[in-house]
């Protein structure tokens, strides 16, 4: 399923800013809104709308529609999501966000060449947070959250189908008119390159899961079929927060599996969260998720949960992905 053919878009064609964005610099965007129904909760609500404002920032701030994009032969080119991360605090977390909250959103965009990009968001409750610089320096986004605050950040990398009507063999595909020579560099200690490299040879996003940790449970398993229904977004192709969800549903199957109760899982405040994707998949494609349950032996109780998503017949990596996971909250807010 793809869109009907359109025009390459030039430069400047980027969608026009609402009332609710503007635009602060070359590379930053602000925008505010009020959180619904519909972008918050414990599913992967709110994780998909961080996705729609990165494609809405890499539009404004590169001058192209990003919705509409065409590669140089003409086909969809689509800013798939590499690699995502969400940092909060026991205080302010991913089910943080309740009907009716004002936020306050700062996205900044880096360059890494005409065929990738890396956006960074600051995401504030206006009640909660305190005052903040207007300005998203590395190292402030890079340090410990602010009371009130999640700090999200993904990277992206435009992509073709190689088949029509499949959502295997995806390759670059950069769209004419992507403008990125204005974009700032991010300072190589904090590239996403080093933490997606290590999830892909370690399976997990710990530095050193062997002497950091203590394994508490592993090979841990559950499966799930693509389902046409739920996991693909408008294009086919399998929705990057879809993943989100196949990951939790098989981290509620290792929980139960280790006799802990649903409400306790639902009450977990997971203050850090880093998946990388590898593949997508077609409808009716079997998966394979691989929990493993490790606790930290030094510093904040808290458990390190991993899930390694695979192609259950070709045994192909699909995504890795890491949760931190306190296990004293009431302890520390």
């Known amino acids: 399923m793809t869109p009907a053919p359109a025009p390459v878009p030039a430069a400047g064609d980027a969608l026009p800013p609402g009332p609710d964005r503007e635009r602060v610099d070359a590379a930053t965007v602000r925008r505010r809104r009020v959180v619904t129904p519909g972008m918050c909760g414990p599913s992967a609500l709110l994780l998909g709308r961080i996705g729609d404002w990165t494609w809405e920032t890499v539009a404004d701030v590169c001058e192209l529609d990003v919705l509409r994009a065409r590669n140089e032969s003409g086909d969809p080119a689509y800013l798939s999501f590499f690699y995502y991360r969400v940092r909060g605090s026991l205080g302010y977390h991913l089910r943080s966000p309740g009907f009716g909250d004002r936020l306050d959103i ?47 950040e993904t990277f992206n990398r435009w992509v073709s189908r190689g088949r029509a009507g499949s959502n295997r063999g995806l390759h670059r595909a950069s769209p004419p008119g992507f403008r990125h020579g204005h974009l700032p560099r991010l300072p190589e200690r904090y590239s996403p390159r080093l933490a997606y490299g290590r999830a892909r040879s370690l399976l997990t996003f710990l530095d050193d899961p062997e002497r950091s940790c203590r394994v508490v449970a592993e090979d841990l398993t559950a499966t799930h079929t693509i389902d046409p229904v739920s996991d693909l977004n408008g294009v086919g192709l399998v929705y990057f927060a879809a993943y989100f969800t196949i990951v939790d549903r098989a981290l509620l199957a290792g929980w139960r599996a280790l006799g802990r109760a649903e409400p306790d899982f639902l009450a977990r405040a997971v203050t850090d969260q880093q998946i990388c994707y590898l593949g997508n998949a077609d409808p009716g494609t079997r998966l394979e998720t691989a929990v493993r349950v490790r606790a930290a032996v030094s510093g904040p109780p808290a458990e390190v949960w991993d899930a390694v998503v695979r192609d259950a017949g070709s045994r192909e990596l699909i995504a890795v992905c890491t949760q931190l996971v306190p296990t004293n909250p009431q302890e520390e807010r």
């Not at 700062?106 to 060449?113: A, D, E, H, I, T």
């Not at 005409?114 to 998203?136: G, N, Q, Y």
């Open 106 to 152: 700062l996205s900044r965009v880096f360059g890494f060449g005409s065929e990738s990009v890396h956006t960074v968001h600051r995401i504030s409750d206006a009640s909660r947070a305190p005052a903040l610089p207007p300005a998203l320096e590395p190292d402030d986004f890079y340090a410990p959250p602010p009371p009130g605050c999640l700090h999200a």
